[in-house]
C-alpha cells in the first residue's frame, strides 16, 4: 500500500524556471493538500482541495498553483521559481477535512 | 488567525525517562489537536490527536492532555526509546474547515541511548 507518492523527491532549479510537483494518492480519499515546510516555521498550507473538482488557497499561496486532476491527483505548479519558494513540499490527502491527514515523503526543492 | 506555539525546540532525554512537549494556541475555536511524528527524510506521522470534548487521551507509552480554559496542551511520551528521536508537531484546527489547521514550529526529540 503505497499511500502518498511524491515526485521527484530531489530537485534544484534556477530562478525564472518552471517546474511542476506531482502526487497521487491510493487511499481513495477525498481532500488534498499541498504545504511547504521551512526550518522554525512548521508546516504551512499552500493550496488544498476539498473534494475532486475543487480548489482553494491556503495561507501561503502566492507564486504557486494547482490542479486536481483526478481523485487521486494533486498538483502542484511553479510557474516562475524564485529563491524565496526553496523548501520542503509535502502532499497530503484525507479521507474528509483535515482530520487523520496521511503525507507523502517529501519534495527538497532547491531555487538557486 | 490561530496562532500556535510549541515549546521546547529541541529536548534531549535519556532512553527511559519521559518526556513532555507543549503547545498553545489562540483561537478558541479549535477543537481538533493533532500531533505528527517525523522521523528524518520522511513525511509527517499522525501518532495521537485529541478533540475538545476529551481532557485526555492515552495510547500506550503517548499521552495527550488539553487545557480549553488555558488554550494549551501538551504530548506525553513516558519509557522513551531511541526511535522516538524525531521532531515532532503539534496542531490545532477546526474540525469542520480544510484550511484552518495551524501548526506549531516542531520540537527535535532526542533520545540519548
Known amino acids: 500500500n503505497a499511500g502518498v507518492t511524491q515526485t521527484p523527491k530531489f530537485q534544484v532549479l534556477k530562478t525564472g524556471q518552471s517546474m511542476t510537483l506531482q502526487c497521487a494518492q491510493d487511499?481513495?480519499?477525498?481532500?488534498m493538500y499541498w504545504y511547504r515546510q521551512d526550518p522554525g516555521m512548521g508546516l504551512r498550507l499552500i493550496y488544498y482541495?476539498?473534494?475532486?473538482?475543487?480548489?482553494d488557497k491556503g495561507e501561503v499561496p502566492n507564486g504557486y498553483n494547482v490542479s486536481r486532476l483526478n481523485k487521486r491527483e494533486f498538483s502542484l505548479r511553479l510557474e516562475s521559481a524564485a529563491p524565496s519558494q526553496t523548501s520542503v513540499y509535502f502532499c497530503?490527502?484525507?479521507?474528509?477535512?483535515?482530520?487523520?491527514?496521511?503525507f507523502g515523503q517529501g519534495t527538497r526543492l532547491t531555487v538557486v | 488567525g490561530e496562532n500556535v506555539e510549541q515549546h521546547p525546540s529541541t529536548l534531549s532525554v535519556q532512553e527511559g525517562d519521559s518526556a513532555v512537549i507543549k503547545c498553545t494556541y489562540s483561537?478558541?475555536?479549535?477543537?481538533?489537536f493533532p500531533w505528527y511524528k517525523q522521523e528524518l527524510g520522511k513525511g509527517p506521522q499522525l501518532i495521537i490527536d485529541?478533540?475538545?470534548?476529551?481532557g485526555e487521551k492515552k495510547d500506550q507509552r503517548i499521552a495527550v492532555t488539553l487545557n480549553k480554559t488555558a488554550k494549551h496542551f501538551s504530548l506525553h511520551i513516558t519509557e522513551t526509546q531511541p526511535e522516538d528521536s524525531a521532531v515532532y508537531f503539534c496542531?490545532?484546527?477546526?474540525?469542520?474547515?480544510?484550511?484552518?489547521?495551524?501548526f506549531g514550529p516542531g520540537t527535535s526529540l532526542s533520545v540519548i541511548p
Open positions: 497530503a490527502s484525507s479521507k474528509d477535512r483535515i482530520t487523520e491527514a496521511f
Open positions: 487511499m481513495n480519499h477525498n481532500s
Open positions: 482541495s476539498a473534494s475532486e473538482g475543487t480548489t
Open positions: 483561537d478558541s475555536a479549535s477543537n481538533y
Open positions: 485529541i478533540r475538545s470534548n476529551v
Open positions: 496542531a490545532a484546527s477546526q474540525e469542520t474547515s480544510y484550511d484552518k489547521v495551524i
